[in-house]
């Protein structure tokens, strides 16, 4: 009898010790990514990535956070986010000044972004800016982008009247006292189709190739790159199917985002997402991809136009690797 029970006891310590060792090996990793702003098309490959599992897949619990008063370029570098959404320009003012931000992965190929203004303000050109009214968010880099335009034409930023329209939204702001704004076509533009409102688009790609850079992007800091390189190829690898996910099938896209974050406008939502989902990758080998002529390019322009301290090492500032191939 003491034999039976000494063998059931041991089968048992067996067992459990099996599921113990299983309960470890099948334990989450714990990342934290960091969104610019509320959430929107631009964020829809990680949300898709999210509901459908592409995280759980690859071993991880990501929590997709909005970003603090630090804002997620200073959270990520410090280290109390994993990863984050940020922006070309952000990271090349960054790294010149010695921040240790990193971007992995482009999340629109080309720049979509432009200078919008209603069709009654008569602006069609970057020479019409002259004698009207800019409303922006008081960085330099606004300036100095509507300067670069406009001299193509023979004209100056110093005829403009700029003013910061902190947090008003763009159709608020041209009803009253501003006649022109810089947008992201594949949201605000989109939204002026649905409400009826014909708009006159600058788009700075139409003008200068050093203004084609990536926005927004995905970042990550050195430390991460140098300690965690595979829970970064992980996340990348998840995040990546996620978007090719929303680029084959826009409406299903939208709808997981609309699912995942119930307040934002559904009619939108389809809208921005028909729109956007060919230009995540567009002429690109992969989703993700950047180049170093692109990153230089544009931190020429900011250098040339005094925005940088001193000149971006390029290569330094982005990566490739994490990408699957």
């Known amino acids: 009898m003491k034999k039976i029970i000494f063998a059931a006891l041991s089968v048992c310590l067996v067992l459990v010790g099996c599921g113990e060792e299983d309960s470890s090996s099948e334990k989450m990793e714990d990342v934290t990514l960091v969104l610019d702003w509320t959430p929107n098309t631009n964020h829809t490959g990680l949300y898709v990535a999210q509901s459908k599992g592409y995280f759980e897949e690859q071993g991880m619990n990501v929590e997709i956070v909005m970003p603090g008063e630090a804002g997620a370029d200073q959270t990520v570098a410090s280290g109390k986010a ?5 922006y070309q320009e952000s990271v090349t003012e960054a790294r010149v000044q010695d921040i240790p931000l990193v971007s992995i992965a482009a999340v629109i190929q080309h720049n979509t972004s432009g200078f919008a203004s209603p069709v009654d303000k008569g602006i069609t050109s970057p020479a019409d800016f002259a004698g009207k009214t800019y409303g922006g968010w008081g960085a330099p880099v606004e300036s100095a982008v509507i300067d670069s335009l406009m001299k193509q034409e023979g004209a100056s930023v110093e005829d403009v009247d700029i003013v910061n329209m902190g947090n008003t939204d763009f159709f608020t702001a041209v009803e009253r006292d501003i006649d022109f704004a810089w947008i992201y076509y594949g949201w605000t533009g989109i939204e002026a189709e649905l409400r009826g409102k014909e708009l006159n688009m600058l788009y700075l790609t139409d003008y200068s190739e050093n203004l084609d850079y ?5 970042t990550t800091n050195e430390n991460m790159i140098e300690e965690n390189p595979e829970t ?6 998840a995040v990546s199917k996620g978007y090719q996910f929303a680029t084959d099938n ?8 609309i699912e995942e974050v119930p307040d934002l406008d559904e009619e939108l939502v389809y809208a921005s997402q028909k729109w956007l989902s060919p230009k995540y990758q567009d002429d690109a080998d992969r989703w993700g991809e950047q180049s170093q002529e692109v990153w230089q390019n544009y931190a020429d322009f900011m250098y040339e136009n005094d925005l940088l301290d001193r000149e971006l090492d390029a290569e330094a500032a982005f990566t490739n690797e994490f990408l699957p191939e």
């Open 82 to 86: 994993e990863f984050g959404i940020s």
């Open 232 to 237: 970064i190829k992980k996340f990348v690898v």
């Open 214 to 218: 990536y926005t927004p992007v995905i």
């Open 250 to 257: 826009p409406d299903e896209a939208a709808d997981i985002l």
